[in-house]
């Protein structure tokens, strides 16, 4: 998403720079791999609390640092690899390194992708087998294979391209077997649940399966059915989450933009600029966004200011008023122009 915004912005110096960062970060033991780290590369985010502070409005614990750093999040490994792929559609030079490093981490991946994980949302409770993080994986060998084909000198790294894609074959008949609930018509958050996530929305914006598919289709109207709050979404349902954490949650904005970045896709223009309107008319008087918004309380909540909304509502505009949206680009496995 930050590769997004940056390359369809014409940042392209930053987005150089981002690209090169991450590829510094991730280098090395591919079971050392975090899902964050800090902004000079920094490893070590221990999280520890501070009893002595009462917190915003009474809201505890006060909390340094990030537990969640040292989690086990297959999604990482999609995310990387679409961010190399995009970097790579837009024009960018591929990185030496990028297709070395890979090569190292993709099958450490093959190893794991079938197991269970913290999923994207960082779950304090036992990992589970998260529909979003096993389409993430698959977005992984996807985007390698085609990487990897493109780079190709020898029939090695063709015969590894062809490898990559039936891995990617084989997770795709995996989510699709385990993470469709025929009853609901609809993908669910783990498999064998009955509830959704938004995160479900990546099915379609990654290209794992297309718009008009109707299993799509279900997705999006079970999100909409179950998870929308005064015409935001939720992330998941509060109250039978599995997150592993106490209390109730505003609706989280950026999962919003993703909705509307899914109703272009899907045809439906109409909806997804009411949408982006309404986000739009949440931005505080310098045009900032938090984290989430509680539409009970008619307040902002969570991490101010929050770049995971604002990189939604960059990607999104771009969607709405391109002519070639982004969203659509990001759905190919090829690289035409490249």
Same mark, same amino acid.
């Given at each position: 998403?930050t590769l997004?915004?940056f390359?369809n912005l014409?940042y392209?110096?930053?987005a150089?720079?981002w690209?090169d960062?991450?590829?510094r970060?991730? /280098?090395?033991?591919p =079971?050392q791999?975090?899902i964050m780290?800090?902004v000079?590369g920094? &490893? %070590?985010?221990q999280?520890?609390?501070?009893?002595?502070l009462?917190?915003y409005?009474?809201s505890l614990?006060v909390r340094v640092?990030?537990?969640a750093a040292t989690q086990?999040?297959?999604?990482v490994y999609g995310e990387?690899?679409?961010?190399?792929i995009?970097?790579?559609r837009?024009?960018m030079?591929q990185?030496?390194r990028?297709v070395?490093?890979?090569k190292?981490?993709?099958?450490?991946l093959?190893?794991?992708?079938h197991l269970p994980?913290a999923?994207i949302?960082e779950?304090r409770?036992?990992?589970?087998?998260?529909t979003?993080?096993?389409?993430m994986?698959w977005v992984a060998?996807?985007?390698?294979?085609?990487q990897? /084909?493109?780079?190709? =000198?020898?029939?090695e790294?063709?015969?590894?391209a062809?490898h990559? &894609? %039936?891995?990617?074959?084989e997770?795709?008949?995996?989510?699709c077997r385990?993470?469709f609930d025929?009853?609901?018509g609809s993908f669910v958050?783990t498999?064998?649940s009955?509830?959704?996530d938004a995160s479900?929305?990546?099915i379609?914006?990654?290209?794992?399966?297309?718009?008009?598919?109707?299993?799509v289709?279900g997705?999006?109207a079970?999100?909409?059915?179950t998870l929308?709050?005064?015409g935001?979404?939720?992330?998941?349902?509060?109250?039978?989450?599995?997150d592993g954490?106490?209390g109730r949650e505003?609706?989280?904005?950026?999962?919003?933009?993703?909705?509307?970045?899914?109703y272009?896709?899907?045809?439906?223009a109409?909806?997804?600029a009411?949408?982006?309107?309404?986000?739009?008319?949440?931005?505080?008087?310098?045009?900032l966004?938090?984290?989430q918004y509680?539409p009970?309380?008619g307040?902002?909540?969570g991490n101010?200011?929050?770049?995971?909304?604002?990189?939604g509502?960059i990607n999104?505009?771009?969607?709405l008023?391109?002519?070639?949206?982004?969203?659509?680009?990001r759905?190919s496995s090829?690289?035409?122009?490249a």
């Amino acid at each position: 998403m930050t590769l997004l915004a940056f390359m369809n912005l014409g940042y392209f110096e930053e987005a150089t720079a981002w690209r090169d960062w991450l590829l510094r970060s991730v /280098a090395g033991n591919p =079971e050392q791999i975090q899902i964050m780290y800090g902004v000079g590369g920094e &490893r %070590r985010l221990q999280e520890y609390e501070l009893p002595w502070l009462s917190g915003y409005e009474n809201s505890l614990p006060v909390r340094v640092g990030n537990g969640a750093a040292t989690q086990v999040q297959l999604d990482v490994y999609g995310e990387v690899a679409d961010a190399m792929i995009q970097a790579l559609r837009g024009g960018m030079p591929q990185h030496p390194r990028s297709v070395a490093i890979s090569k190292v981490v993709m099958p450490y991946l093959e190893k794991i992708w079938h197991l269970p994980d913290a999923g994207i949302w960082e779950i304090r409770s036992e990992p589970r087998h998260f529909t979003h993080s096993k389409v993430m994986a698959w977005v992984a060998f996807d985007r390698n294979a085609t990487q990897i /084909a493109k780079a190709a =000198e020898n029939d090695e790294d063709h015969a590894l391209a062809s490898h990559y &894609r %039936r891995v990617a074959d084989e997770i795709h008949a995996d989510v699709c077997r385990n993470g469709f609930d025929a009853d609901l018509g609809s993908f669910v958050q783990t498999y064998g649940s009955k509830e959704v996530d938004a995160s479900l929305l990546q099915i379609v914006l990654t290209g794992f399966l297309a718009p008009e598919d109707p299993r799509v289709t279900g997705t999006v109207a079970q999100i909409e059915r179950t998870l929308m709050q005064d015409g935001l979404l939720l992330r998941y349902d509060n109250e039978r989450s599995v997150d592993g954490v106490a209390g109730r949650e505003g609706t989280f904005l950026v999962c919003s933009f993703w909705l509307a970045d899914a109703y272009v896709l899907l045809g439906r223009a109409d909806d997804a600029a009411r949408l982006f309107e309404r986000l739009c008319d949440l931005c505080n008087d310098v045009g900032l966004l938090a984290e989430q918004y509680d539409p009970k309380d008619g307040r902002m909540l969570g991490n101010f200011p929050q770049a995971f909304s604002h990189i939604g509502i960059i990607n999104t505009a771009l969607n709405l008023h391109r002519a070639v949206c982004p969203a659509l680009a990001r759905t190919s496995s090829e690289l035409e122009g490249a």
